[in-house]
């Protein structure tokens, strides 16, 4: 019986999950976006979400092994995967590739790695990438190619999102009714027969990968639901006081990166609170700044910069939003 | 909808292998090793010499303070020495050693099987039987009985909370005596009943025992004041905060005591003790120990005396597998690794659980990712990563006010961390310093 024994200090058990496990689930998840970005805009997203990942991938195993010097490289653990595949969904598929590699550069190197890598960053990497392409390049990132382009690439046909017509029409005063015929209908939203970016067109397909990451316990429901909840009562209550100059709040969920944005932005772990009762605060933030923006401000679209702007108050919320505590004695 | 605490909590694997193995009583060691502190509290003062000899039962070191408690030589020889030796948690400490001669008990003590139901003492007169008879809390933690029974002035118990949980993975020597000594345990619980001056006593049982539950239930119909309540399976539901509100749905307030509620929690094992101490005069000389693990050749809840040395079990359930990694007193979640098979059994020792080399080690520790599980299985609603980030900075001051005390340390954090995180190993570092400058603090 003379073996040396193990000690350490319990717990001497462990969950069979893990980081790998927790990002490749996400990966998984967004599969069926995958594949409708595929199905609509052909070749021009496979060669966008292929050069996002492998550059996004290639960029951290550089920073890893040559800056930062580390031992381990841990391009496996899915984080840089998720990171390439959310840039890909954020971007149209007819990008020049020059603009892609840009674009996981500022994700991975500026996004994340300057902060110190995983865990450390305090804003969604991919929306940095996004935002950073968007300012430098907005001719590029605003021409969106229509759905159906399969085999055109650089030379797809392009046109605006419904979201930017309804935004132009309603500048020049025409009224949301008359502008319905302008724009895909509700079927084809859902579906994601539309221009737009990659991942963010199809509604039903983000659902399903929200209800995949729900049931394997990666994420709560929390932050997409106040996100989409507040997007939904907002823009309803604009929409009641005035239907002509406002668009219905159905619109607002399934256009643009609402759905993308509160199902797979908003919900990063690392730049999202830590408590429940946070999450929901950071939810109706993001809610509220989208349609402010939508609605009143000069971009069509709102959704990466509200999740941005959100980030930013995550640390706040984290120190003063505390879960609650047991027995916790009310003063 | 069975009842359940209703904040974080994890489900690890039960591993309940051994529960179908009746109790065996194990062979006397030759040698006990008998620490004079096996209980939370002031260590016990030997009152015997080398060269003494003692009987099973007779007293060989005495209280030396309220929360301090009797203890007994369990078996009978000739005191060998007092001296060091290495108990579970690894340090030295102070030890009678006797050399086994026979098996000679005390007189007083009856050693019948019969049950015996009839009891006529005072409450104070339980009291004053148990901390004689040196029984503890058999759960684990060890708090000696006789303190938590003498409810202090102006506070007022209205419940009885017996602890039939076992919610620990692995271990099942409270499942046996459910099943094999659940007369006694009944009679034990109205003599607490008694000792506490309540009318109600609730049996938390987990519903991954059913036979516990029936055998419970038909003997609680045809005794008025004590209810069964299954319990769903959730990990930490053994820890007396989490019990009390899953049964009786009343918050302990944070740095308060079960009885602040109202309410008194005893595991089951300490109920058949006081059963033992009060109506057959046996002090508490030997307790069930679960053997277990998955390459233990046979699982076994053995009936061990106190001081026999942990190899003994051991040896009895087929011997060390050989993949064996580490060796533990108590479950896999809140048990300590032993660095030494000679470590006696104590008091406070429900089982000892081995586990093969393949799950003793650590996994490597990865960045935190933030994913706030951490936070949403904490029992006490506390974060634990922040509080393990804030230990590494030395933020003394923001460890407390992040209520590090409040935590229980039952590991659900550290079990469900995907990147391995070391949490509970940095909050209990935090904990203690913390409680060094509070203690520094009012001095
Ligand atoms: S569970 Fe682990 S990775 Fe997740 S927040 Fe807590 S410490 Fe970080
Ligand atoms: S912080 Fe303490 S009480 Fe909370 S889960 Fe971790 S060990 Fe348990």
Not at chain 2, 158 to 182: F, Q, W
Not at chain 2, 288 to 314: C, D, F, H, M, Q
Not at chain 2, 395 to 407: F, G, I, Q, R, S
């Amino acid at each position: 019986m003379n073996k040396l024994l193990t000690i350490s200090p319990s717990p001497h058990n462990y969950g069979d999950d893990s980081t790998k496990k927790v990002m490749y689930g996400v990966v998984i998840a967004m599969i069926p976006a995958m594949l409708v970005s595929f199905f609509y805009f052909g070749i021009g997203a496979v060669v966008l979400t292929l050069t996002a990942v492998v550059s996004a991938l290639v960029f951290e195993y550089l920073i890893q092994k040559f800056i930062l010097k580390k031992k381990e490289v841990s391009i496996t653990d899915g984080s840089a995967l998720v990171t390439g595949i959310l840039l890909a969904f954020n971007l149209p598929s007819n990008l020049p590739i020059h603009l892609i590699i840009i674009g996981a550069f500022v994700a991975i190197a500026v996004g994340k790695m300057s902060f110190g890598g995983l865990g450390q960053n305090p804003f969604n990497p991919a929306l940095v990438g996004r935002v950073f392409l968007l300012i430098s390049f907005p001719v590029q990132m605003t021409s969106w190619p229509k759905p159906g382009a399969l085999t055109a690439y650089l030379d797809a046909e392009t046109g605006a999102t419904p979201l930017a017509i309804v935004k132009e029409a309603l500048k020049n005063g025409e009224s949301f009714s008359s502008i319905t015929e302008k724009i895909p209908g509700y079927a084809d939203l859902m579906m994601g027969n539309m221009g737009g970016s990659l991942g963010e067109i199809s509604a039903i397909a983000l659902l399903i990968g929200f209800a995949y990451m729900l049931f394997r316990k990666i994420i709560t429901w929390h932050i997409p639901v106040s996100v989409l909840g507040t997007i939904a009562i907002f823009s309803g209550i604009l929409w009641l006081v005035n239907p002509e100059t406002n668009a219905d709040p159905l619109f607002h969920l399934l256009t643009g990166g609402a759905m993308l944005g509160a199902i797979f932005m908003a919900t990063d772990m690392v730049t999202s609170p830590m408590s429940i009762k946070g999450q929901v605060i950071f939810g109706v933030g993001i809610g509220v700044l989208t349609i402010v923006i939508r609605v009143f401000g000069a971009y069509p679209e709102g959704v990466s910069f509200a999740i941005l702007i959100m980030n930013a108050f995550v640390p706040l919320i984290n120190a003063y939003v505390k879960p609650k505590r047991f027995g916790e004695v009310v003063k | 909808m069975l009842k359940t605490f209703p904040k974080g909590g994890v489900h690890p694997p039960e591993n309940k292998i051994s529960a179908g193995a009746a109790i065996e009583t194990l062979p006397l060691p030759t040698t006990a090793t008998i620490p004079i502190s096996q209980h939370l509290g002031a260590p016990s003062a030997p009152t015997v010499k080398k060269g003494d000899k003692v009987k099973v039962g007779q007293i060989i070191a005495q209280s030396t303070g309220f929360v301090s408690t009797n203890i007994h030589s369990s078996v009978s020889g000739t005191v060998q020495k007092i001296d060091d030796s290495i108990d579970a948690s690894g340090y030295k400490r102070k030890a009678v050693i006797i050399s086994v001669e026979g098996d000679e008990w005390d007189e007083n003590i009856d050693r019948s099987p019969e049950l015996k139901k009839e009891f006529s003492l005072s409450g104070p007169d339980i009291i004053k039987k148990v901390l004689e008879n040196g029984v503890v809390g058999l759960g684990g933690a060890t708090f000696p009985t006789h303190v938590k029974l003498s409810v202090p002035k102006g506070m007022k118990a209205d419940v009885l909370i017996l602890n039939g949980v076992e919610c620990e993975p692995y271990l099942t020597s409270d499942h046996r005596i459910m099943l094999e000594k659940a007369d006694e345990i009944i009679v034990g619980t109205q003599i607490l009943m008694k000792a506490l001056d309540v009318k109600k006593a609730l049996i938390g049982i987990e519903n991954n025992k059913p036979d516990a539950i029936e055998v419970f239930s038909k003997l609680a119909d045809k005794n008025p004041g004590i209810e069964v309540h299954p319990l769903k399976v959730q990990y930490p539901q053994g820890g007396e905060k989490q019990l009390i509100k899953a049964l009786i749905n009343r918050e302990v307030p944070s740095g308060g005591l079960p009885i602040a509620v109202g309410a008194v929690v005893q595991n089951v094992g300490t109920a058949l003790a006081v059963y033992e101490a009060v109506q057959k005069n046996k002090p508490l000389i030997e307790r069930v120990v679960s053997l277990t693990g998955k390459s233990v050749k046979k699982p076994a809840n053995y009936l061990v005396r106190i001081g026999t040395p942990v190899a003994e079990l051991i040896e009895a359930s087929g011997g060390l597998p050989d993949d064996t990694g580490k060796v533990i007193n108590g479950g896999p979640m809140m048990g300590k690794a032993l660095n030494s098979l000679e470590v006696p059994v104590t008091k406070g020792t429900s089982g000892i659980l081995i586990i093969p080399e393949l799950e003793a080690r650590r996994r490597p520790v990865q960045n935190c990712i933030r994913c706030a599980r951490c936070t949403q299985v904490c029992p006490m609603g506390l974060e634990p990563y922040l509080l393990m980030t804030l230990t590494q900075k030395s933020m003394w001051d923001k460890v407390e006010t992040n209520h590090a005390l409040d935590c229980i340390e039952c590991g659900s954090c550290a079990y469900t961390c995907p990147a391995d995180r070391p949490l509970l190993d940095y909050i209990r570092l935090g904990k203690t310093t913390v409680s060094k400058l509070i203690r520094a603090r009012k001095q």
